[in-house]
């Protein structure tokens, strides 16, 4: 494994969201809601003494993809994490095919695998506004 999990080394973690299109926020708000789906990973993290040290906002990456691997192959990065397997199936071209390059490569991959928020009509029109208006100086609070 990479990296040295004696007790004063900090995991550095990449989280992994999916980037999925705004059009699918009524069928699945929390695929579209990236935000949620960092502080999820963030919270299990930091509960682990772990700290996020990059995001990865991706669809359908394969796994062989640099932007995966830079980091690890940099020595910045120990493990990977995700919210769910459904985020990994979303963000990744083939979940199998990763998780056998992470064993390869020494690079752990972990899900958070907590329950999904709920989401009323209210969080759906802020995370729609959120993302619709980028450009329009809304920064989403």
């Known amino acids: 494994m990479r990296g040295a ?4 080394a900090t995991v550095r973690v990449t989280a992994i969201a999916s980037l999925t299109p705004l059009e699918e926020l009524d069928a699945d708000p929390f695929l579209v809601d990236s935000r949620s789906q960092y502080a999820m990973c963030a919270r299990w993290a930091a509960e682990r ?5 990059r995001e990865l ?7 062989d993809h640099c932007a995966l ?6 020595g910045l990065v120990d493990l990977f994490v995700a ?3 459904r ?10 095919e990763f998780a056998a390059e992470c064993a390869r490569r020494g690079v752990r991959v972990e899900t958070v695998g907590r329950a999904e928020p709920s ?4 969080m759906k029109a802020r995370i729609h506004r959120r993302l619709s208006m980028p450009t329009a100086g809304y920064d989403g609070r």
């Open 83 to 85: 919210p769910s397997h």
């Open 57 to 63: 906002l991706v669809r359908g990456l394969r796994p």
């Open 87 to 96: 985020v990994l199936e979303r963000a990744l071209a083939s979940v199998d």
């Open 49 to 53: 003494g772990y700290v996020v040290t």
């Open 119 to 122: 989401y009323d009509a209210k």
């Open 69 to 74: 691997w830079a980091d690890v192959e940099a």
């Open 5 to 8: 999990f004696g007790p004063s």
